[in-house]
């Protein structure tokens, strides 16, 4: 579903590149932490999968797209294929939750019959469903992070990029959001993590890859967040 | 495509900031207008030199001596100069008017000025040979042909009066021109600059479109549209501008002139004035957003 072959990003402001080398296979279904300290190159990861960058070295493929090489035209397609989750949400002020998900849909030109059935039942999926009305500003952090997770996931993507989905909750409210995501990962989207929160990796007990100064320093099927330090 | 969010984002995009929204149709609308008066400048030129320079004469008055005793101009000099005129190539035909004839004109001309008829004798007005032109605005080479022979007292040409009359509407014309280009330019960056302001208070819209893999027709087509919208209710007020300045002002300055300017009729203004301003405001707040749209804002 999703491979990086030997791929290296050098920022054109930086001298250190960000990413160097990196090469990851990432399977259909499948449930990926990526971890490491800040500035190791998690969110220039991400990017380079959206093509909101592209690599300087390497090649990175996602689905069937060749990502750095496809033409500029191509690349909502590509988007379209994947949801993106972030720590500080994105949602629209002025936008009740409901219009908030029912956006991804109209901007890429679903009919609005489609947009009337499917926005209430991805709400019921990640829990929302009494909510659709209300505005953000009404809203906990957690049901935020949900209903940015329910605009992400309404067009049934075939990857999740969430890049510190939990980065501005508390534990309980966490704890959660990773049911959710889980959720969303058995229904066959491979859910790809960037995450500093220990506890959430423990816990789970899922694949987790580790940067270091944008370098792959570990690769484990079943990782703690940790080991040996 | 939808439609609808489209249009409801152009919607809000206008409404966003009015202000702005305002100044930006309101320029177009005094750039449109004045090239609207410019066009019709141009109109009533036309006009003018077809109504005119159908009728536009040489005169070739003749002397006292002619005036006075070769009253069929048949004697010489005056058959030898009206054979000459008749044989010019440029020469369509020519009249002789004697003392006689010249006066009854006189007195149809001035009909309604009694006093003045009362004044004229048939002696005080001079014989004249009138040569019409194949081309009017060649009577140049007649002119300086004939002025000074023999039996020749001056040649008069009508226009050399139009010209100057001509001269004077066309620098009315251009400079009305000018007006409306440094206006023009003046709504360019307007639109140039609202449509960045615009994209830039939509930032966190545009970055979600972006994200969730929206073309770049859905994230800039609002701005587009705004842009053009804004144009074509700015061509739309410059000619409802145009209209009232008909009926208000030019109609009766133009009535003033005893229709030696002719009335500016609504059809005029309407056709083709009307569809070129709508044609260009479309077309330059296109460009402009679409250049703009390419250099500031990134997809
Ligand atoms: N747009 C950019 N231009 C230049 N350098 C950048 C840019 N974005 C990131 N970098 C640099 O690339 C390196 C990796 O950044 P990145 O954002 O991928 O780290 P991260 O692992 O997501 O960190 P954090 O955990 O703090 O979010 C850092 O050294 C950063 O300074
Ligand atoms: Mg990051």
Known sequence: MIRLDSVSKVYKTSTRPALEG???????????????????????????????????????????????????????????????????????????????????????????????????????LV?????????????????????????????????LLADEPTGNLDPDTSQDIMLLLERINRTGTTVLMATHDHSIVDSMRRRVVELHLGKVIRDDKRGVYGVGR | ????????????????????????????????????????FVRTIDKMKVSYLDDVEVTVYLTEDISANDQNCTGEPCASIRQSLENNQAVESVVYEDRAEAYERFKRIFEGQPELVELARPEALPASLHVKLFDPARSEVLLQEYTGQPGVANVDDQNKFLDRFFNLLNAGRNGTFIVALIAALAAVLLIANTIQVSAYTRRTEVGIMRLVGATRWYTQLPFLLEAVVAGVLGAIIGLGGLVALKYVVLDRILAATGGAIPKIELIDVLFPVAPILLGVSIIISAVTGYVTLRLYVRH
């Open chain 1, 22 to 124: 990196v090469s990851v296979d990432v399977d259909k279904g499948e449930f990926v932490f990526l971890i490491g300290p800040s500035g190791s190159g998690k969110s220039t990861f991400l990017r380079l999968l959206l093509r909101e960058e592209a690599p300087s070295k390497g090649r990175v493929m996602v689905s069937n797209f060749d990502v750095a090489k496809m033409p500029r035209r191509k690349v909502p397609r590509l988007r379209q294929t994947i949801g993106c989750v972030f720590q500080d949400f994105r949602l629209l002020a002025n936008k009740t939750v409901a219009e908030n998900v029912a956006f991804a849909l109209e901007v890429i030109g679903k009919p609005k019959h489609t947009i009337t059935k499917v926005v209430p039942e991805v709400l019921e």
């Open chain 1, 127 to 159: 829990g929302l469903e009494g909510k659709a009305d209300r505005m953000p500003n009404e809203l906990s952090g957690g049901e935020q992070q949900r209903v940015a997770i329910a605009r992400a996931f309404v067009n049934r993507p075939l990857v």
């Open chain 2, 1 to 40: 495509m939808r439609a609808s969010f489209v249009f409801s984002e152009v919607i809000t995009g206008l409404r966003r900031n009015v202000t702005m929204t305002i100044a930006m149709i309101l320029t177009t609308a005094i750039s449109l207008g004045m090239l609207g008066g410019g066009l019709l």
